[in-house]
C-alpha cells in the first residue's frame, strides 16, 4: 500500500464540463446573499401583494363580476392589470437591488478584488455581464416569479375563462419586461457601484435616484406639469413597458420618449463602466 | 549604560509591573523592562501585546497600573520632556495636503525651534533622506517609501535622546533600507536609545544584538541574543559541518566527549547537538586537523535571532 | 538561519499542461517597451525565464508592477513581445492566465464569503468544474495552514490568514507560474518563516514557476536562486547564487571568541587582510600563498579553511562559525543599484 502525497498535489481533473465565468459569477452573486436568513424573509415578504392579487383572482373567476368593482385593478388578469401588478412591486424591488446590487463592484474596488478577477481566464463582459445576471436574477425574483405562478394559478382555477393567452403570452409578455427593464436597471445600479467605493454611498445614490426623481415627478404632476414626470426613473421603464403590454401609459409622457430615455441611460451606464473597470482589466 | 535588561537605576526607558487591560481583554501582563543606551529590538509574535507595551513605553497611552519612566520622568506628567523623544508611527496618515517641507516644519516647529534653526534642520534631514527634489510637493503624491523615509525624518529631526521608531522600514525599497540600517547604527553609536519594533528579524539582526521579548503578554526574554541563546537549556546548541565525506566524519564525532547527538541530515551535512558548545567549539579545529578531517563548512545552525525567537516562542 | 542549498527542480507527476501545444515553455519578454502616457515605465525590456524561483527587485517606480502586469496580459502591448507558456500575451491572454496564479499585495478577499467559498469561486472561475474547485479549494487550503479557519467568513482572517488565503487562491487551479508580491508584507516573524517556507517548496519540489516581487533582500536569499534587477524601466543585470569560485583570494566568514589578538595576528603573518561585519569577522586571504591550494582548476578554498583551522588550534580560539563567504545576492544588487 503506497503512502500518497500529503503536501501539494497537482490537480487531475475530472472531465466534468466547466461553466463559463459570467454564469460562475451571477451563480454565486445570487446564492451567497440567499443564505442570509433575513434576505430570504424579505423576498417572501414581496411575494405577499402577488398572494392578495391571487385571492382577488380567485374570487373574480369564482364569483364573478361583482368583485371587480370592489378590487378594481387587483383584480384584473389582462396584460394591463399584470403591467399594474409590476409597477406595484417597484418599491421591493428598489430596496432589493439596493441591498444585493449597491456593493457589487464596489466593494471589490475597496478590497482590490478586481485585480483577483482579472487575473483570471475572463473579460470585462464576464465580469460586468455577470454581475447585471446576479442583479437582474434578484429583479426577477420579485416580478417575474409571482407573476408566472398567478398565471398558472389563474390557468389552473378556471382554465375556459382565462385561455391561452394568459397562460402563455403574458408570462412571456412579463419575461422579455423583467430581462430588458432589469438590465438596464442594473447596469444603472452597477454604473453607481463602479463609482463609489462604500456600498452605504452607492445606496444614498440610488435612493436618490429612484425615490428622489419618483417623488419630484409626482409632485410636478399635481402641479399639473404631467410632462416633467420624464425625470421619473422607474416610471420610465413602466411607461414603456405599457408598449409591450398593449395598455394605456399611466405618466404624461409618451412610451416612445420613456423607451428612448431608458436606451439613452443605459448606454451612459455602460460608458461609465467602461471607463471605471477597463483600467483594471487592461492599463492604457 | 547600554542595552536591554540592564540595572533600572542607569537605565534610560523603564516600566515596572505594566499591565494593560481592555476590559476582560489583557494586552500586557505584568512587564518589567529597563532600556539603556544603544539600538534595542522589541520582538513579538502579533497578538502578543508588543504594539501595547510599544505604546506605553513611547507615552502615547497610560498603563492599566504600573509605571512606565523614560529619563527617570513619566512623559505624560512632564510633558517638556517629548522635546527628548522622537516617534515614528506604523500608520500611514500623513496630512496629504500639505508638502513635506511643510510637514517637517511644522513638527520641529511644535518642538519649539526658531525659524532659522528649523530652516537648517529640515534641509539637513531632507538631504539625509533623499527627499529634497519631492520635498514641493504634497505628501498625497508621494509613493509608500518615501512617506516612510519622512515619518523617519521627523523622529529625528529634533535630536532626541530617545527615539522609538515602529516598523521603520515599512514600504521601503532594498537601498533605502541599507540605508536607515546604517541611520539606525550610528544614532545608536551616537548614545541615543533607539527602540525598535519590527516583525522582521534580519533586519532587527543587522542594527542590534540587543533584544527585548514579549510573549502572551508577558516579557520573555531580555538581553544580547547569544546570550539568551545560550540560557535555552531544551535545545542543545546545533553545529553544522559541511564535507566531502559527511558518514566519515560522523562516526568520528559521535565518539567524542561533550557531543550528544549526531545526524547526517537530507543535505549532506553533519549536524552535531552539543551541550557544552564552548569546549566543542575549542576543540573542534584540533580533532580536524589531527585526524586529516577535512571540511569546507562550520555554521552555528541556531544561534540566529530567528531561531532564538523560534524556540522561546514554540508551544 | 535558514540555510538553502542549490534547488532541485524535480519533474511533476501527471500534471495538466496548460502551454500553447503541450510542450515545456517558460516565460519569453523581448524588446517588450511599454509607456501609461506618454512617459515609457519599461524601455526594451528582455530576458527568458525557465521554471524556478526568481526575484524581482527596484526600487520604487522602476516598473516592478508593470511588469507583472504585462506577463498577466493586463496591459496592451505596441511594442515588443512578451510570451508565457507558448501563448502571445498580446492576443492570447485569457488562455494563458488559466495556468498562471497571482498573489496581489493589498486586499484581495471579497468579504462575505468563507475562506473555502473564496478559493473555490476563483477555482471556478479559472475554468474548473464546481466540483472539482470545491475539491482542490479544500485541498489547497489544507496546504497553507488554513485547514481549521477555512469555514470562517474571511473577513474576519487576521493578517497572516488573509495572505495564506491569497496564496491558496492563486494556487487552487494548479498553475505552472505563481506570481507574488510582497507576500510576507505585514506577518510576524513565525508567518514569514512559514510562508517563505510554503513558496521554496513549491518552487523547489512541485515543480512551479515563481516570480517574487519584493523589497525585502531576506525573502529572496530564502527562496530564490536567481535574481532579476529593474531600475528606471531597464532591466539592469540578471544574477544566480554562486556556489563555486575558484579564485586565489577568497573571503571567510570567521565567528569565534577566545584569544582574539593571538588568533588574529597569526593569521595576519599568512597575509590575511580583515574587515568587521555585524558579530562576523571577515578575513581574506590569498590562497596562492597557501602550501597546496593549488589544484588543476584553480585554487582550492579548503586550503584556507584549514589554515585557519590551525591558527584556531594553537591558539585555543573557540570557533563558532568559520566558512566561506557565500556570494550574497543582497550586496550584488547594493553594488549593481549603487553603481
Same mark, same amino acid.
Given at each position: ?16 464540463? =466547466? ?50 368593482? %370592489? ?82 394559478? +389563474? ?113 451612459? =451606464? ?15 | ?15 515596572? #509591573? ?29 497578538? +502578543? ?43 500611514? +496618515? ?25 530652516? #537648517? ?33 521627523? @523622529? ?16 521601503? $525599497? ?12 550610528? %544614532? ?59 558518514? @566519515? ?15 547526517? $541530515? ?50 | ?19 500553447? $501545444? ?73 488562455? @494563458? ?22 478559493? @473555490? ?25 488554513? +485547514? ?137 586571504? $590569498? ?53
Amino acid at each position: 500500500m503506497p503512502v500518497y502525497e500529503r503536501g501539494y498535489t497537482h490537480w487531475q481533473p475530472s472531465g466534468r464540463r =466547466a461553466s463559463p465565468a459570467w454564469l460562475v459569477i451571477a451563480r454565486r452573486g445570487v446564492t451567497e446573499p440567499l443564505k442570509r436568513r433575513w434576505l430570504f424573509l424579505l423576498i417572501l415578504a414581496s411575494w405577499v401583494p402577488a398572494i392578495i392579487k391571487g385571492g382577488f383572482v380567485y374570487a373574480k373567476l369564482k364569483a364573478g363580476n361583482m368583485v371587480d368593482l %370592489l378590487g378594481g385593478s387587483w383584480t384584473s388578469i389582462d396584460p394591463e392589470g399584470f403591467l399594474r401588478f409590476l409597477e406595484g412591486q417597484r418599491f421591493f424591488v428598489f430596496v432589493l437591488l439596493a441591498i444585493t446590487g449597491a456593493g457589487l463592484i464596489s466593494t471589490d474596488r475597496r478590497e482590490n478584488g478586481m485585480s483577483l478577477y482579472f487575473s483570471r481566464p475572463l473579460g470585462l463582459l464576464d465580469y460586468i455581464g455577470g454581475k447585471a445576471m446576479t442583479i437582474v436574477g434578484f429583479y426577477c425574483l420579485v416580478t417575474l416569479l409571482p407573476v408566472c405562478l398567478l398565471c398558472l394559478f +389563474a390557468y389552473l382555477i378556471a382554465p375556459d375563462a382565462t385561455g391561452m393567452d394568459l397562460l402563455l403570452m403574458t408570462p412571456l409578455r412579463t419575461l422579455a419586461y423583467c430581462l430588458l427593464a432589469g438590465a438596464s436597471t442594473s447596469l444603472v445600479l452597477l454604473a453607481f457601484s463602479s463609482l463609489g467605493t462604500r456600498s452605504v454611498f452607492v445606496m444614498v445614490w440610488w435612493t436618490v435616484l429612484v425615490q428622489g426623481t419618483e417623488t419630484i415627478g409626482g409632485i410636478a404632476e399635481g402641479l399639473g406639469r404631467g410632462g416633467l414626470q420624464a425625470m421619473n426613473f422607474m416610471g420610465q421603464y413602466h411607461n414603456a413597458g405599457s408598449l409591450l403590454f398593449g395598455a394605456p401609459p399611466r405618466l404624461e409622457v409618451s412610451p416612445w420618449l420613456s423607451l428612448a430615455l431608458v436606451l439613452g441611460w443605459t448606454v451612459l =451606464a455602460l460608458w461609465v463602466l467602461r471607463r471605471q473597470i477597463r483600467p483594471v482589466e487592461v492599463v492604457s | 549604560m547600554k542595552g536591554a535588561g540592564i540595572d533600572s537605576s542607569q537605565a534610560r526607558i523603564t516600566a515596572d #509591573r505594566v499591565g494593560k487591560w481592555f476590559g476582560e481583554v489583557i494586552a500586557v501582563n505584568n512587564c518589567t523592562l529597563s532600556v539603556g543606551t544603544g539600538v534595542v529590538g522589541l520582538l513579538g509574535a502579533n497578538g +502578543a501585546g508588543k504594539s501595547t507595551l510599544f505604546k506605553m513605553l513611547a507615552g502615547l497611552i497610560e498603563p492599566s497600573h504600573g509605571t512606565v519612566r523614560v529619563f527617570g520622568r513619566r512623559l505624560r506628567q512632564d510633558v517638556g520632556w517629548y522635546r527628548q523623544v522622537g516617534f515614528c508611527p506604523e500608520s500611514d +496618515a500623513l496630512p496629504d495636503w500639505m508638502t513635506g517641507r511643510e510637514f517637517l516644519a511644522l513638527m520641529l516647529r511644535l518642538m519649539g525651534y526658531e525659524k532659522s534653526e528649523i530652516n #537648517r534642520r529640515v534641509g539637513y534631514w531632507l538631504e539625509r533622506f533623499e527627499l529634497e527634489d519631492a520635498a514641493g510637493r504634497r505628501l498625497g503624491g508621494y509613493s509608500k517609501g518615501m512617506r516612510q523615509k519622512l515619518k523617519l525624518a521627523q @523622529a529625528m529631526a529634533h535630536d532626541p535622546a530617545v527615539i522609538f521608531l515602529d516598523e521603520p522600514l515599512n514600504g521601503m $525599497d532594498p537601498v533605502s533600507r541599507k540605508q536607515s540600517i546604517d541611520l539606525v547604527r550610528e %544614532l545608536g553609536q551616537q548614545g541615543r536609545t533607539v527602540l525598535v519594533s519590527s516583525h522582521i528579524l534580519p533586519e532587527v539582526e543587522s542594527m542590534t544584538s540587543e533584544i527585548i521579548l514579549m510573549d502572551r503578554g508577558r516579557v520573555l526574554a531580555e538581553g544580547a541574543v547569544a546570550e539568551i541563546r545560550d540560557k535555552i537549556p531544551e535545545h542543545p546548541t546545533t553545529v553544522a559541518l559541511v564535507s566531502a565525506a559527511p558518514r @566519515a566524519l560522523a562516526g568520528f564525532l559521535i565518539g567524542r566527549e561533550h557531543v550528544v547527538g549526531v545526524q547526517v $541530515d537530507q543535505e549532506n551535512r553533519v549536524v552535531v547537538s552539543t551541550d557544552h558548545a564552548v569546549a566543542f567549539y575549542r576543540a573542534l579545529p584540533g580533532w580536524l586537523l589531527g585526524n586529516g578531517l577535512v571540511v569546507d563548512e562550520i555554521v552555528t545552525l541556531d544561534d540566529s535571532l530567528e531561531a532564538v525567537f523560534q524556540y522561546l516562542t514554540e508551544r | 538561519m535558514l540555510r538553502f542549498p542549490a534547488p532541485k527542480l524535480e519533474e511533476p507527476a501527471i500534471k495538466v499542461n496548460r502551454s500553447r $501545444d503541450g510542450q515545456q515553455y517558460g516565460i519569453q519578454v523581448s524588446a517588450l517597451t511599454f509607456a501609461y502616457v506618454t512617459e515609457p515605465v519599461l524601455k526594451g525590456v528582455g530576458f527568458v525565464l525557465e521554471k524556478g524561483a526568481i526575484g524581482l527587485l527596484g526600487p520604487n517606480g522602476s516598473g516592478k508592477t508593470t511588469l507583472l502586469r504585462c506577463l498577466l496580459g493586463q496591459v496592451p502591448l505596441s511594442r515588443g513581445e512578451v510570451s508565457v507558456l507558448g501563448w502571445d500575451m498580446a492576443t492570447q491572454a485569457r488562455s @494563458a492566465r488559466a495556468g498562471l496564479g497571482w498573489m496581489p499585495e493589498r486586499g484581495g478577499v471579497i468579504p462575505g464569503m468563507s475562506g473555502v467559498g473564496l478559493v @473555490a469561486y476563483m477555482g471556478e472561475l479559472s475554468g474548473m468544474p464546481a466540483r472539482d474547485a470545491m475539491q482542490r479549494a479544500h485541498e489547497v487550503l489544507h496546504y497553507v495552514g488554513l +485547514a481549521d479557519e477555512r469555514y470562517r467568513s474571511c473577513q474576519d482572517y487576521s493578517q497572516g490568514m488573509k495572505q495564506r488565503l491569497k496564496l491558496a487562491q492563486a494556487l487552487v487551479h494548479d498553475p505552472e507560474w505563481l506570481f507574488l508580491d510582497e507576500p510576507t508584507s505585514g506577518l510576524d516573524p513565525r508567518g514569514r518563516v512559514s510562508i517563505l517556507e510554503l513558496i521554496r517548496d513549491l518552487a523547489w519540489n512541485k515543480g512551479l514557476g515563481v516570480i517574487l516581487s519584493t523589497h525585502l533582500l531576506a525573502d529572496v536569499e530564502a527562496v530564490c536562486h536567481e535574481i532579476l534587477v529593474l531600475r528606471s524601466g531597464e532591466l539592469l543585470a540578471r544574477q544566480s547564487v554562486d556556489t563555486h569560485a575558484r579564485q586565489a583570494k577568497q573571503v571567510f566568514e570567521v565567528e569565534g571568541f577566545g584569544n582574539e589578538d593571538a588568533f588574529v595576528a597569526d593569521l595576519r603573518a599568512l597575509g590575511a587582510h580583515f574587515e568587521q561585519d555585524g558579530r562576523l569577522l571577515l578575513v581574506t586571504l $590569498d590562497l596562492s600563498r597557501l602550501p597546496g591550494a593549488h589544484t588543476g582548476a584553480g585554487f582550492d578554498a579548503t586550503a584556507g579553511i584549514n589554515a585557519i583551522l590551525q591558527v584556531a588550534a594553537a591558539r585555543e580560539y573557540a570557533l563558532r562559525r568559520l566558512r566561506r563567504r557565500p556570494v550574497s545576492l543582497a550586496e550584488e544588487f547594493y553594488r549593481m543599484v549603487e553603481a
